[in-house]
């Protein structure tokens, strides 16, 4: 449930169309030598509540209070006297142990009513959080797994209590977010829900040796930008399972481009906080409340402003996915396959990546995992959707890298060598696609391998 939702994670622009390629230039020129300590704070958008009884599964304000929240979005100096660890040591002191004590559904279900009645837990988020246990153990049980029911009762406890801890207290995320790993590791209990839904034995890495060089440059000092297809909320783990035997190391040092919706939604934002993020606002819902739409690109700047810094340092590994949102299926045909990339989005990080100090690569990844998770779909404005998840295997491929200058050798104008790059990326990454629809929707394994991706199951 992650960047993962309309990003989730979804990815997005970092500038407007509006900002020229000069201006981009000299931003990037003035943000990698900037050494502010200004830290924004991103607040909770949420829209008007639903007239319908069913509610999405999270809490809503009134749009005064939407603006009101908006005001307090400000550049301030100031940093927090307590470190992020020490912060999340005072949540868990003052944090109830409702759902941690409960040993059996029955009891895990009387917890929510019970939290519900006492006006402890909005009534939205409780059906949410009922839903999401019904389809969460529906999914496991199609795994076959002996221990179905207890990995059910074990990771929901898990999962409702992060959520419920939210609700007291909720976690706000800074324009940079480092994954949260004590007291509590959101981390390793992200994996360990995303975990079960994952069929291993139908599941596949494209070229793993990509990878290995990925790691090496890592440790040399270089930056790695993924340019991905995005496809559930669930997709930074899926990542990190895929790659756990081999390349954890790049798992966990990865960084998700998110967007705010990932990051409001109390379904979704324990998992969030398990990751490393750079928080921004979705173009797809840059103007859903259209006196905010201002303030958004304002905190996209800043938000812009700590990826210079990080690029700066070098070592950093950045997944974008420049579609802007997940993948959808066709409507009339119902087949799936990455959503169109944003020719600007993924100009505006190349020239980042390009003006920081330390060298840097640009690779192209594919992901297929929409049937663990699926999205909405269509695009929804409001925070909250229905979860469907399932057991389904999943596919994680790269390519080697592509350079710019190789692609766009041959154009007349800045325009068209953004255009051609553009969709040589997308080329790439739907290739890689393809050869994973095979392998898993097609059943042909690990035989669905070709001469640029070649296809294997690590964890074997």
């Not at 990925?214 to 899926?238: C, F």
């Not at 390009?354 to 840097?360: C, F, I, R, T």
């Not at 190789?406 to 068209?416: G, L, N």
């Amino acid at each position: 449930m992650y960047i993962l939702s309309s990003a989730t994670f979804s990815s997005t622009t970092f500038f407007t169309p509006r900002v020229s390629s000069s201006s981009l230039l000299s931003s990037s020129s003035s943000l990698s030598s900037s050494t502010s300590n200004s830290k924004l704070r991103l607040v909770p958008l949420r829209s008007s509540p639903r007239r319908s009884s069913s509610a999405c599964p999270c809490s809503f304000y009134s749009s005064s209070k939407v603006r009101a929240m908006a005001e307090m979005v400000k550049d301030k100096e100031e940093e927090s006297s307590l470190s992020a660890v020490e912060s999340a040591q005072r949540r868990e002191t003052k944090h109830s142990r409702t759902f941690l004590n409960v040993t059996s559904e029955e009891e895990l279900l009387s917890a929510i009513r019970m939290e519900t009645e006492a006006g402890r837990l909005p009534s939205n988020v409780a059906s949410g959080m009922e839903e999401l246990y019904h389809n969460y153990k529906n999914a496991i049980l199609q795994s076959g797994n002996p221990k179905a029911d207890e990995i059910v009762l074990s990771n929901m406890t898990a999962a409702l209590d992060r959520i419920f801890l939210d609700i007291e207290d909720p976690f706000v995320f800074s324009p940079y977010h480092k994954a949260l790993r004590e007291p509590f590791d959101y981390y390793m209990f992200g994996q360990n829900y995303i975990r079960p839904l994952v069929d291993f034995r139908n599941s596949y890495v494209g070229n793993i040796s990509v990878f290995y060089d990925m790691e090496q440059k890592l440790r040399q000092g270089h930056n790695i930008i993924l340019i991905s297809n995005h496809q559930t909320e669930a997709d930074p783990a899926v990542i990190a399972l895929l790659l756990e035997t081999t390349n954890p190391h790049l798992a966990e040092k990865m960084t998700y481009i998110a967007g705010d919706r990932v990051v409001t939604d109390p379904l979704c934002k324990p998992f969030s906080i398990g990751r490393n993020l750079i928080c921004v606002y979705s173009k797809k819902h840059m103007n859903d409340v259209p006196e905010l739409a201002e303030m958004k690109r304002k905190a996209n700047t800043r938000s812009l402003k700590e990826m210079a810094l990080l690029l700066r340092g070098g070592s950093q590994i950045i997944w974008i996915a420049p579609s802007g949102g997940r993948d959808r299926p066709d409507p009339v045909t119902e087949e799936w396959f990455p959503a169109p990339f944003d020719a600007s989005a993924l100009d505006n990080l190349r020239r980042l990546a390009e003006h920081s100090a330390a060298p840097g690569h640009i690779y192209p990844l594919a992901l297929l995992c929409h049937n663990i998770m699926p999205p909405p779909r269509q695009v929804e404005k409001e925070i909250g959707e229905k979860r469907m998840i399932a057991f389904h295997g999943t596919g994680l491929s790269v390519a080697r890298e592509i350079s710019f200058s190789d692609i766009t050798a041959s154009c007349e104008s800045p325009e068209e060598a953004k255009e051609a790059y553009t969709q040589a990326l997308y080329n790439a990454v739907t290739e890689q696609y393809n050869v994973l629809k095979s392998a898993i929707h097609g059943k042909q394994g690990l035989k669905a391998s070709t001469p640029n991706v070649s296809l294997s199951q690590t964890w074997n």
